[in-house]
């Protein structure tokens, strides 16, 4: 099939990340994935939740929104209570970045991921998984300067793709009009030596066979790849 952007179809949309994007926080960036865009800001905290306190532990977690014109149509702000949505989204960050941080290493201190998705065509969540990889590497190394930790507490990167199947064709990184449309929709989340953390696969008009699911995740793993790059160049 012919996609609107004009990529082929295992092909991720231009992926841009931009580091240091917010002055005040420890880690920050902005991160482009086509015309979606989210800012993602990691903040220290010199507290752990009640259940690590006097563990020696540390912790990481996130929270995620959506500015109401992110979107083709206005959309309320989330000022009292999460949607469903929401909240499902900051616990996947949340899941995905303590999977390539050693806990132990970080001491009590609580690093607090914020994704805000200012313009939104698709792949919101993947945007921000792969953005707040780099905010919390930004983070770790300032805490590293200043002394608040010896190392800095990494074990794997992590990135993460959608990848959906629309009329047999299986499409890499879609953008809103094909994920509105796509038959299967799925979230990957990766880490740099290719092991899971999270598939998320939803037959949204239809089922898939083994056989399709193998090749979605294959090519996911392939954007996954790129992505991956992506983080390390803005590390530098």
Not at 170 to 192: F, H, P, Q, R, W
């Amino acid at each position: 099939m012919v996609r609107n952007d004009g990529r082929d179809n295992e092909e991720i949309r231009p992926v841009k990340i931009t580091t240091d994007y917010i002055k005040h926080a420890e880690g920050s960036c902005l991160i482009e994935l086509g015309q979606t865009k989210v800012i993602c800001t990691a903040s220290v905290d010199s507290k752990v939740p009640p259940h690590l306190k006097d563990t020696g532990t540390g912790w990481v977690t996130a929270e995620y929104s959506m500015l109401p014109r992110a979107t083709n149509t206005r959309n309320q702000r989330e000022r009292t209570k999460l949607s469903g949505r929401t909240f499902e989204i900051q616990r996947l960050i949340g899941r995905a970045m303590r999977a390539c941080v050693e806990m132990k290493q970080l001491g009590e201190k609580t690093v607090i991921i914020d994704c805000d998705v200012i313009q939104a065509d698709g792949g919101t969540r993947v945007a921000s998984i792969t953005g707040a990889y780099v905010a919390l590497v930004k983070a770790l190394r300032t805490m590293k300067e200043k002394g608040m930790i010896n190392t800095i507490p990494v074990k794997n990167q992590v990135a993460a793709v959608s990848v959906g199947l629309i009329n047999k064709e299986i499409l890499l990184d879609l953008c809103y009009e094909e994920d509105s449309k796509a038959d299967v929709d799925m979230n990957v989340v990766v880490t740099g030596d290719g092991g899971f953390i999270e598939v998320q696969g939803t037959g949204e008009n239809s089922t898939f066979s083994k056989e399709e699911l193998d090749k979605l995740l294959q090519v996911a793993k392939k954007g996954i790849t790129e992505l991956l790059q992506a983080q390390q160049e803005a590390l530098k």
